[in-house]
């Protein structure tokens, strides 16, 4: 997908560039900065001595060195004043300026911290959000894989009212569907007579016991041969999938982008509109940029042989932003995230 959060360190990813956030000095003196030139090397140290100062808001870029990233991007994020003093616009410029020499520099894949959530004081609450939001709109005119590195839960905050509302509605299906259930099976068993529930409860014979064989005339359904009845059939996800799009009015860039796709992706699915089966995340993730409704994912979900169940937090999650027309997928993403699901897209 060209837009991840993941859980990891940094300075561990094998990208072709990081992005480093440091201060006018370049120093390497705390946070991610001192790791970033810990992990590089010495030669790191000297290389940013050459190139210092750095402006707020700028970005400039340096070999990895030992890292196994080619490049580090370093820029000089903003001090959280209480947001009065052009945090937010620097912030952006940071994000912005990196992802330009990333591109200028032929990478394919860069990662990137939540700068200035740390020692600078950033509210947490904001700054992934933020992040995303820059992200995305650089996105829509560059394919680029780009990496949001969360070192741990204590490095961002998610929305805690969304998060209540979620953990609710996850306990609350969870309790109206066992209900549910037990209410039925114990209905239907209570409906049964005594004698016939003795005669359920018993050993059923193996069905293909003394079963005779199958004939020609038995291969077909109410007299429609095998091969007319498989032609009946729907169509393919695929098929599926650019009916959608074309209903939509939305290119088939704007739409896999906003189902935070990768291109290479969308060519295999339109260079293989018979056999190409998508996974439950990349099929949602459809679903969600064409805002479909829950009974309209269901059946591009079935067009592939996937559904969206009662059982599993992932598919409950997906219900709960449908039900609520809720189709942001990053907002979608970061809930899942939260909650330690895979997240949309591919």
């Known amino acids: 997908m060209p837009l991840q959060i993941i859980r990891q360190d940094i300075t561990k990813m094998k990208v072709d560039a990081i992005v480093n956030t440091t201060n006018n000095n370049m120093i390497g003196y705390s946070g991610v900065d001192l790791a970033v030139h810990t992990a590089a090397g010495r030669e790191l140290d000297f290389y940013c001595a050459e190139i210092a100062p750095l402006g707020l808001g700028m970005a400039k870029i340096t070999p990895g060195f030992n890292l196994d990233a080619k490049y580090v991007i370093h820029t000089a994020g ?17 994000y912005i300026e990196s992802l330009k020499l990333a591109v200028e520099y032929g990478c394919e894949s860069v990662a990137f911290p939540l700068i200035s959530s740390g020692a600078y004081g950033y509210p947490k609450d904001r700054v992934l959000r933020y992040a995303v939001e820059i992200i995305t709109e650089f996105l829509r005119d560059y394919e680029l894989t780009v990496y949001i590195c969360v070192f741990d839960r204590t490095s961002y905050e998610f929305s805690r009212e969304l998060l209540w509302e979620i953990s609710a509605f996850l306990q609350s299906d969870i309790a109206v569907h066992q209900e549910s259930d037990a209410s039925i099976e114990e209905a239907v068993y209570d409906s049964v ?5 003795e005669i359920c409860n018993a050993p059923m014979p193996c069905a293909c016991e003394n079963a005779p064989a199958p004939t020609e005339k038995q291969s077909s359904v109410q007299g429609v041969s ?70 309209e994912t269901q059946e ?39 909650f330690d699901q895979v997240l949309l897209g591919c």
């Open 193 to 197: 007579p005594l004698a016939r529930r």
């Open 78 to 94: 903003p001090v959280w004043k209480g947001g009065l003093r052009g945090e937010s616009i620097i912030l952006r410029s940071c």
């Open 300 to 338: 591009l979900l079935a067009s592939a042989g996937l559904t969206l169940s009662r059982s599993f937090t992932f598919d409950k999650i997906i219900r709960y932003f449908i039900q609520k027309e809720i189709y942001d997928i990053f907002v979608i993403n970061e809930a899942l995230f939260e």
């Open 226 to 295: 095998l091969e007319e009845y498989m032609r009946s059939m729907d169509k393919s996800f695929a098929y599926k999938l650019f009916s959608l799009i074309d209903k939509s009015g939305m290119t088939d860039v704007e739409c896999y982008k906003k189902a935070n796709i990768d291109k290479k992706t969308f060519s295999k699915i339109k260079c293989n509109p018979d056999t190409y089966k998508p996974s439950k995340q990349t099929a949602v993730a459809f679903a969600i940029a064409l805002g479909l409704s829950l009974d």
